[in-house]
């Protein structure tokens, strides 16, 4: 039974068509992954799911209830988190201070009540310390949770807005490109780490670029090219898709695809 189900989805942008009659649907504990060339459409698909945009047509459905016309904290609310392409950390804060205020952004209750600074608002929404030492501890942070952010690698840095998006408590956690920027070994890290929120029962949807890390990790892959739907199946037939060879793998992807894969 599918806990995220997209149909139909369409938008544009003054002439440009960004996406255009896309649909998915993924299942707790699965890792689904959006992949396609540069301008495909694949961040304009994630800010019509988080209802960053309000789609021209289509249905976004979360446990069978629509969510369009839901603002984005709502849809935190109702259990959809994502992390964003650029990074969201409070770099003078520490690991962990930023981990504890992350739900409260999240679910920013309302313009007047951030206007007016209503302490009891703040402190509902803001982590306890524990709960978000553990969040810390779950994706190898714990250590550095007294550090400034500032002062943590990139890979660190990746990982901490992961577990700012889980202080949610999400069903559905939309990752947009956790792995750019990083080293093999950082990557590797991000990897086992969605991995283990997957198997914890979260769906887990994912944009990325790296090739290796989408091929070993996903469970059914998406390919977008100029906003439509292009393909979907497992890594293998991805990977073996002549159409997606010819139009996003080309020789240098089919062969990052096919050493992840064995
Ligand atoms: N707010 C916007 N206004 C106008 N055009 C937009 C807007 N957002 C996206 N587009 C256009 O929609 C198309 C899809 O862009 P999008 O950023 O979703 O692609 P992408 O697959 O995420 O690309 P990348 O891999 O480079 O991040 C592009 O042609 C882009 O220029």
Redo the contacts with the bound molecule.
């Keep these: 039974m599918s806990l995220l189900s997209v149909s139909d989805l369409g938008i544009s942008?003054?002439g440009?068509v960004?996406?255009d009659g896309v649909g998915f649907s993924v299942s707790p504990g699965e890792v689904f992954s959006i992949i396609?060339?540069?301008?495909?459409?694949?961040?304009?698909?994630f800010?019509l799911v988080t209802g960053i945009y309000r789609p021209q047509r289509g249905d976004v459905r979360l446990a069978g209830q629509s969510l369009i016309g839901l603002s984005p904290h709502l849809l935190v609310r109702r259990g959809m988190a994502r992390t964003f392409?650029n990074l969201q950390i409070f770099f003078r804060m520490t690991t962990i201070e930023n981990v504890m205020v992350g739900r409260h952004l999240a679910e920013r209750s309302s313009f007047l009540s951030d206007l007016l600074g209503l302490p009891h608002v703040a402190r509902q929404n803001r982590l306890t310390r524990d709960a978000a030492f553990a969040l810390l501890e779950r994706v190898g942070l714990a250590a550095h949770a007294d550090a400034n952010a500032g002062s943590l690698p990139y890979g660190a840095l990746k990982r901490l807005e992961i577990a700012r998006a889980l202080a949610a408590e999400p069903k559905v956690l939309l990752l947009d490109?956790p792995a750019a920027g990083c080293n093999a070994i950082e990557t590797e890290a991000i990897d086992a780490l969605i991995v283990e929120i997957a198997r914890a029962g979260t769906a887990v949807v994912l944009?990325e670029?790296d090739m290796k890390l989408v091929m070993k990790i996903s469970d059914r892959i998406l390919v977008?090219a100029q906003?439509r739907p292009l393909a979907e199946g497992t890594p293998r037939t991805i990977r073996d898709d002549p159409a997606v060879i010819a139009a996003y793998l080309g020789d240098h992807g089919s062969r990052e695809a096919d050493r992840a894969h064995g």
């Design positions: 942008f003054g440009v960004a996406v396609g060339p540069n301008g495909a459409g694949k961040t304009t698909l800010n392409q490109e944009i670029h977008l906003g």
